[in-house]
């Protein structure tokens, strides 16, 4: 099933709104100014709207089906957090209006920084970033500045695990650094070997995400912290898998220096097919100067002429600087606070120990169908092989195309690239047994189809929009816009 | 498994080839590596005049899903790029040693090229991958 | 619990596949001293109550619904058909991830293609991508792919001080790890430098010059000599661009532009306090493989159907790690489908038609204005829907008499501009109507001058 491209249904002069009359005297335009067409879409409001809805019926979503998506936290985005961000007082908030005008925005901001600061045990908090990208960009930009500001210049090296999202040792080059990965030991836990050679002072850092990508607690975590701090570098977490950890252990607490979270997997703001999201991050009082800006906080306490303390924006003292225009992605500040509200502390301790234990049921009922290369338990994800004893040339690629012909999202694939065939499936707390036994049983008996009927498993999936896709063509041909593009014109 | 490594060649542990000429080479990447990187989709080649030092990067090639350096064998300044590649980088896959060649260059040191593999001991270290 | 859908029977059921007693169980690798910390954090509240609070924390704000807006500086409020937001809650959209697996997502797939088809159309360019997070980072990210461009052999970046200064701001903090050299808005008054002042600067060492369209204080520049000298030079021009601008004026793609770079949040997007807005990013076609970000082809399926694919990945982190330009990995996925929307339902009449509604406004605006003893619109360069306006107090002080009567003022310059003291910049959308115009005009007559 295909549908047309908005450009194709339309007819020449319709419009799909109205506007209002001038109203004021006319000016003239400056004719030699002026572009000659403009080369958009010309359809009537219901033809858009059945082209959208159209649409989006051709995607999986977490509002149509199982998402096991590992490292994704594909849970259950509430409602109530999408009219609350549509509040007119939020969404029709102009981002310079003067601090006045703008304290009900400022509270939650200072709250949310409160309550991150708490689950994550930091003493401060930025949540200027727009993605957890850029939230891991500020980070490695702060180890940066903390040692520059000590003119320790020579450390310009960030360790980073061979486990490690591709994230990682992108931010290290973006920010001027260089990455050397180190790789793991057979359990797929930082080898401390490698590590004590690694150190030296020229290492200004180590990123690490726990629990691992592998989706385990590395039972040495502390040892790396200390001998990390001891050659005089700082411990970056990367926060992908906090939805592990609300309630259970606070990354400040166990000695990491800063971290950033996603608010798009953690505290349930929509994936939105690929954004927005929201990267704040977190640092102890030794990083805290450095924080990227600005940041909401109390300039003014209560007193007894006012109850209620002024709230503003301010620079921290050595901040990075600015990652974006104005203060942050907003509208996501205003989902997570809402969902935080809504859970309380203990809730989303609550969400952490069912994320774990949803994961653990899932893991324990697929032991033996699919090779698990750690076989212990797991966080709130873990990684199996897509591979079946007795059918080979069956790749992670088929058994993940299959799935969705039974109406579910593939696991991630090949990531951790250390996992020959990696499958991570990360189910969450939102989904029920009944949705855990579904995946489970889609996955027993594809392992079954994968050694009776391997075809049904290479030419899947069978059941959706369209079939696999020609990759080489598009890269190959490359054809991303569907336009002519008009050839210039003079400026008369 | 078995790559076709021509015996006249050199091999480095990146898979790029070099074939010696005289005080110029040809270089491009081995069979086993173009079949690692599956279809090849674009080629990214180094200006004519440009020189690099041994193990520098002059270039990029790209499949679907890698993308990978390509290094210099020894140091030298390229005298010609394969221009063919831009619109057919599948010769690469086709054709590694013939047509899907990548660069020719001036050679610097041709005593660069002793700690290259030779044709035995690169097809060995491809089975061992 | 919220939306924890476990039974106790349930809970217990899964334990003992599991083979444990307890939850607590399944955390025994954690450092026993560090697990379950006390969290000293309200308890949880009903959605009702949240609602409640929430709506009490909005209430506390100055907002463009209860107030008349003229303040711009790089955020507009401009009418959104209800349509858009309708679509942008279809769960089926913003419920989704990332479209990695194109046979499960051929709606945001083709929702973006349109996207960037749109985006050429209205910018000029041959190739747009799917989004950065906003104008600022995507200006940041054009200063890599100049960078890439010269094969990291220049390190010279010129910024026309007339470019919003959160900007520039942003541009110094993505490449802070990296010696290069920002020029063009250092001076002591930035806000005299010219396009022609910046063509001195430009040498063998520059990768990039960079301007705004309409600049910062809302004027078109003639900048046909700076993109020939550029060009002379061997750099890059990148555009940063207002696209409602764009639905009236030349394309920068006309006038000579390399990158068009801008904030997308005044196609179909709400002020939302500065976010979650839209970076967009477009190229000539030369300069496609080396721009970051996540871009949508067009392909055919094994049965030749034709299908959407994200194409050009090896540029991306994921598979480049330390090799990769940029770190980044999503786009603003939402925010390209609201614009896309946006885009389809304004149309090619609908969006022009809104571009001169402003126009005329904002020049009435700016004639009315200045016909208020002490004040003076300063429009002596051609101008779409912003201006500066010389006050004869403080901007603050008028800001405070204006809030009064129910409007929300222009931005005082003299925040980024040491030397615009008392210059407020006033932004004119169709929102804005005639009677909130002439109460503006009432308000400052009120006031009075010096």
Not at chain 1, 444 to 473: C, F, N, W, Y
Request: proline share 6%; net charge negative; charged share 20%.
């Amino acid at each position: 099933m295909t549908v047309p491209l908005i450009y194709d249904i339309g007819s020449p002069g319709r419009m799909g709104t109205t506007l209002p009359d001038v109203e004021v005297p006319e000016t003239e335009l400056p004719k030699e100014l002026l572009r000659k067409d403009l080369d958009l879409p010309e359809v009537s409001e219901l033809q858009a709207v059945r082209h959208f809805v159209n649409l989006s019926q051709l995607n999986h979503a977490i509002d149509t089906g199982f998402y096991p998506l590992g490292s994704c936290t594909m849970k259950y985005n509430p409602k109530i957090n999408e009219d609350m961000a549509r509040l007119a007082g939020y969404a029709h908030l102009h981002p310079l209006t003067d601090e006045v005008g703008s304290q009900g925005a400022l509270a939650l901001m200072v709250q949310l920084q409160e309550w991150l600061g708490e689950l994550s045990g930091f003493q401060g908090v930025s949540i200027a970033p727009a993605a957890g990208a850029q939230g891991e960009l500020a980070g490695i930009l702060m180890i940066r500045a903390y040692h520059q500001s000590r003119n320790d210049k020579k450390r310009v090296k960030i360790l980073v695990p061979d486990s490690a999202h591709g994230t990682n040792p992108a931010t290290v080059t973006m920010a001027g650094l260089q990455a050397v990965e180190l790789p793991s030991d057979k359990h797929g836990e930082v080898d401390l070997n490698a590590l004590r050679s690694a150190l030296d002072d020229t290492v200004a850092g180590m990123m690490i995400t726990v629990p691992s990508t592998l989706g385990v607690f590395d039972s040495k975590i502390a040892d790396v912290i200390r001998m990390v701090h001891e050659a005089g570098g700082l411990m970056y977490m990367d926060g992908a898998n906090m939805n592990a950890l609300l309630g259970i252990v606070k990354p400040g607490e166990l000695g990491f220096d800063v971290m950033h979270y996603n608010l798009h997997k953690t505290f349930s703001t929509p994936h939105g097919g690929g954004g927005p999201g929201c990267g704040a991050v977190g640092a102890n009082e030794k990083l805290m100067p450095f924080l990227p800006g600005p940041i909401a906080a109390i300039t003014e306490a209560a007193n007894e002429e006012n109850d209620a303390p002024l709230y503003g924006l301010v620079m921290p003292k050595k901040s990075i600087g600015r990652m974006k225009a104005f203060q942050g992605n907003f509208g996501m500040h205003v989902r997570a606070y809402t969902y935080m509200r809504v859970y309380g502390g203990e809730g989303l301790r609550e969400v952490s120990r069912h994320a774990v234990l949803n994961a653990n049921y899932v893991r324990a009922k697929l032991r033996g169908v699919y090779p698990m290369p750690v076989d212990r338990i797991c966080g709130h994800e873990f990684v199996m092989s897509g591979t079946v004893e007795g059918a080979e040339g069956i790749h992670a690629l088929d058994i993940s195309k299959r799935l969705m012909d039974y109406g579910i999202h593939p696991p991630t694939n090949y990531f951790p690239l250390i996992v020959h065939e990696a499958l991570l499936i990360e189910p969450t707390e939102t989904e029920d047994k009944a949705t855990l036994d579904m995946f489970i049983d889609a996955m027993k008996r594809i392992a079954q189809e994968a050694k009776e009927t391997p075809d049904l498993l290479h030419s899947a999936p069978h059941t959706m929009p369209v079939g696999r896709v020609d990759e080489v063509r598009a890269a190959k041909q490359l054809v991303l816009c569907c336009r002519p593009i008009p050839e210039p014109e003079g400026g008369d | 498994m078995s790559w076709n490594t021509p015996a006249e060649l050199k091999y480095m542990r990146s898979d790029e080839y070099l074939k010696l000429e005289g005080e110029t080479a040809t270089i491009g990447i081995s069979d086993y590596a173009q079949e690692q990187l599956n279809d090849i989709v674009f080629i990214e080649l180094p200006d004519v005049g440009a020189e690099f030092a041994k193990g520098k990067s002059f270039g990029t090639v790209e499949s679907v899903k890698a993308a990978s350096d390509l290094l210099m064998p020894v140091g030298g300044k390229v005298i010609a790029v394969n221009d063919k590649l831009k619109d057919q980088p599948e010769l690469i896959n086709s054709s590694p040693y013939g047509d899907g060649w990548i660069i020719k260059i001036q050679v610097g040191d041709a005593a660069e090229a002793n700690d290259l593999m030779d044709a035995a001991a690169y097809a060995a270290y491809c089975a061992s991958r | 619990m919220s939306y924890i859908p476990h039974t106790d029977v349930e809970r217990q059921q899964m334990l003992s596949a599991i083979g444990v007693t307890t939850i607590e169980d399944l955390f025994d690798a954690v450092p026993s001293r560090y697990r379950f910390p006390r969290l000293n954090m309200p308890p949880a509240m009903s959605e009702m109550e949240a609602a409640q609070e929430l709506q009490a924390l909005a209430d506390a704000n100055e907002h463009a619904a209860d107030y008349a807006l003229f303040r711009g500086a790089g955020a507009y409020h401009h009418y959104i058909p209800a349509a858009v937001n309708h679509i942008l809650l279809r769960g089926e959209f913003y419920t989704a991830y990332t479209p990695y697996q194109p046979e499960m997502s051929q709606g945001t797939l083709q929702a973006i293609f349109e996207y960037q088809s749109m985006l050429c159309a209205l910018t000029g360019m041959d190739a747009a991508n799917a989004s950065h997070y906003d104008g600022a980072t995507s200006l940041a990210e054009a200063v890599t792919v100049a960078l890439e461009v010269s094969r990291r052999k220049r390190s010279k970046i010129i910024l026309h001080p007339a470019i919003h200064p959160q900007y520039r701001e942003v541009v110094r903090t993505y490449h802070q790890g990296s010696d290069l050299q920002f020029v063009g808005d250092t001076g002591k008054s930035p806000e005299k430098m010219t396009a022609a002042d910046l063509i001195k600067l430009i040498d063998d060492q520059t990768a990039m010059v960079a301007v705004q369209y309409p600049n910062f204080f809302g004027s078109i520049e003639d900048f046909s000599a700076l993109v020939e000298a550029t060009h002379s030079a061997g750099a890059l021009i990148v555009f940063v661009v207002n696209p409602m601008a764009l639905a009236l004026f030349q394309t920068p793609g006309q006038l000579g532009a390399d990158i068009v770079v801008g904030e997308g949040q005044p196609l179909g997007i709400p002020l939302s306090y500065g976010g979650p807005y839209l970076g967009f990013f477009a190229v000539r076609e030369e300069y496609v493989r080396k721009i970051a970000g996540r871009i949508v082809g067009e392909t055919i399926d094994h049965d030749g159907r034709r299908a959407f694919v994200m194409t050009l990945r090896p540029r991306e982190q994921d598979i480049r790690r330390d090799k990769a330009t940029s770190n980044i990995c999503t786009n603003q996925g939402l925010m390209a489908l609201a614009a896309c929307v946006y885009l389809s339902m304004m149309g090619k009449n609908g969006l022009r038609r809104a571009a001169e509604i402003a126009y005329h406004r904002a020049h009435y605006a700016a004639k009315q204005i200045s016909k208020v003893k002490g004040y003076k619109a300063l429009t002596t360069k051609p101008f779409f829907n912003e201006f500066v306006v010389k006050c004869p107090k403080p901007v603050e002080t008028i800001n405070q008499a204006l809030i009064q009567r129910g409007i929300i003022g222009g931005y005082d310059l003299g925040k980024d501009y040491p030397r615009l003291k008392d210059h407020m910049l006033v932004a004119v959308t169709e929102m804005n109507s005639k009677i909130e115009i002439d109460t503006f005009v009432d308000v400052l007559k009120d006031i009075g001058g010096v």
